[in-house]
């Protein structure tokens, strides 16, 4: 009778949640997984615990189904899996952040850690400020630039974020009314300026920001660019969401980015966050973040090893009723 019981498979995982989460140490990862990915390096420095007594904590919350993890290079980020126990977390974190005396210093900690692996990224940038035209970005083509300009419709006011030294937002400039160019690295900003003043370009605008917090007001522009920029992002659906909150009604986003590939080299060659992007995942991500009329297609393939591949995704933000 007990094996017909449709509620006894729930038994089992509730005793097994409870029992991992008994343990105050586990709890604090999970407070920390709850707000941002995280490797076992940058949770030893938060915690100032020892290498194996962090895998061994993962290990158990994977197990009980906790948390989940993805392989990055030759690490893997863990973050608390969403569907985690039916909800029996949501309770249970709401009260240990006040409980647990370490909780705040975490968070802290955490915050830390996250902007050291910006910084990383970000120094890359500086240090390549100047002569990023010059040297070869995979996924950079005018192919797939000439596809995505067939699609604008000046004049228009146009966000290019991750502008880097601004090449594309120049070209943007010839038929916009205004272009905001956004990019993280002042040295990128700096060179930008430097050359639209050169170039007597006086419509484009150059904000230093993050393209997950956006110096841009709400629904400020028609038109939103990321030119092969958004595998950069840490958090690629946040940039997304950030994209939709500064365009009007009506407005439309363009990504260029790479097909998903295993290139994994490109991390420390490029800076990469993501080794690009599937068809399906981009369409996902546009979609979730409230684009309609989302079309993908692939506009380039490199000929060299490893044969990067560009995909092209457009959707356009819902106009006012």
Known sequence: ???????????????????????????????????????????????AMGQSTISTHLSQLKQAGLVEDRRTGKSSLYKLKIDSAEGILDGLLKQAKSEIPEAGPDRAAMRRVVKKRQDKM?????????????DYVPGKSWKGVAEALLRLMPPMVIADLGA???A?????????????????????IEVGREQAQRHGVKNVEYRLGDMEELP??????????????????????????E?????????????????????EEARELYADEWLGFGETE????????????????????EPETPQFQTLLAVGDKQAAL
């Open 1 to 47: 009778m007990y094996q017909n019981n449709p509620r006894s498979s729930i038994v089992p995982s509730l005793i097994k949640v409870l029992r991992v989460v008994a343990d105050p140490n586990r709890l604090r990862i999970l407070l920390l997984l709850q707000g941002e990915e995280l490797s076992v390096a940058e949770l030893q420095e938060i915690l």
């Open 122 to 134: 970000r120094t890359f940038f500086d240090s390549v400020a100047g002569r990023l035209g010059k």
């Open 164 to 166: 880097g030294e601004g």
């Open 168 to 188: 594309f937002a120049l070209l943007l400039a010839e038929r916009a009314t205004k272009v905001i160019a956004v990019d993280t690295s002042a040295k990128m």
């Open 216 to 241: 841009i007001e709400d629904a400020e522009v028609d038109l939103v660019f990321f030119s092969q920029s958004l595998h950069h992002a840490l958090h690629p659906e946040r940039a997304v969401y």
């Open 243 to 263: 994209a939709a909150r500064i365009l009007r009604p009506g407005g439309r986003i363009v990504i260029l980015d790479l097909i998903k590939h295993r290139f």
């Open 282 to 301: 981009l369409e996902t991500m546009l979609e979730k973040a409230g684009f309609r009329n989302v079309q993908t297609s692939i506009v380039h393939k």
